[in-house]
């Protein structure tokens, strides 16, 4: 639409223009503004039928320049659409919630991403990271970047689902955190996907943006992976998002000691 836009726009220009040489186009009609115009579109895409030809000065240059925006506008148009159309779309799912539970007997955050292709995105690297306002020693209050550790960051070949898992231990900038105060504070994430497209090798990238306000504690995602009738593995994408009570609680502060088991009949 924008470049059928600038097309006419250009054309309407260059057909004012005309006008106004008064009667420099042989064959014109007087007061027919469309025989302008399409003269323009004629002279624009070196169409050329020949029925309306300039013959003052003032005209041969107008068409002098709309021929050379002519040619250099179809040059760049078809750079624009076959970039557009070349690329590939990452296709790829983020979970709308993070969620933070136990996870190998540690308080771990997790988030769940889906590969919605048809192909493989290989090489792919998952990257974590957390903004926080913090003060400098100078009294200034900046927004630090800091990448969040990954059990595993990288897959050789992302096809189906994977869930990025933070272990919030010493290292970790949420570590002694309580879920209130991690609520009152001013934390946001940033997940990013990089990989390689397996049938064009093209790079494709997505990213998705989480505030406090998208983190659940004592919640687990629920399982969307299942064995079909062929025995391939399938996805159901309608549960994707889908959160259940986690089964161990998290002690707080996070990390401050290891989680123990629900007794049996509490809920979530």
Do not use: C
């Not at 302008?36 to 309306?52: C, E």
Request: glycine share 8%; net charge neutral.
């Amino acid at each position: 639409m924008l470049v059928v836009t600038a097309y006419l726009f250009a054309n309407l220009v260059f057909a004012l223009l005309y006008k106004a040489t008064g009667g420099g186009i042989e064959n014109a009609k007087d007061g027919d503004f469309s025989d302008l115009f399409f003269f323009s579109v004629q002279t624009m895409a070196t169409i050329g039928y020949g029925r309306l030809v300039p013959v003052s000065t003032a005209a041969n240059i107008l068409v002098t320049l709309e021929s050379l925006l002519g040619l250099l506008g179809f040059a760049l148009i078809t750079g624009l659409i076959f970039a557009k159309f070349a690329r590939p779309t990452a296709a790829v799912l983020f979970s709308e919630n993070l969620v933070i539970t136990s996870f190998e007997g540690k308080p771990s955050l997790m988030m769940r991403v889906a590969n919605a292709r048809t192909s493989q995105i290989v090489e792919a690297q998952l990257r974590m990271v957390l903004m926080r306002g913090v003060k400098t020693a100078e009294g200034q209050l900046v927004r630090r970047l800091i990448d969040l550790h990954l059990l595993r960051s990288n897959n050789a070949f992302f096809a189906l689902s994977w869930t990025a898992i933070h272990p919030i231990d010493e290292r970790s900038p949420l570590f002694g955190m309580t879920a209130d105060e991690v609520a009152a504070s001013d934390i946001s994430l940033v997940v990013s996907l990089v990989g390689i497209e397996e049938v064009s090798g093209q790079t494709v990238h997505a990213r998705r943006w989480y505030g406090v306000t998208d983190v659940r504690f004592d919640m687990r995602f629920v399982d969307i992976m299942s064995p079909g009738t062929s025995g391939r593995l399938v996805i159901d994408y309608s549960k994707f998002n889908e959160l259940l009570p986690a089964e161990t609680p998290l002690a707080s502060p996070l990390g401050s000691e290891r989680p123990k088991l629900r007794e049996a009949g509490k809920s979530g």
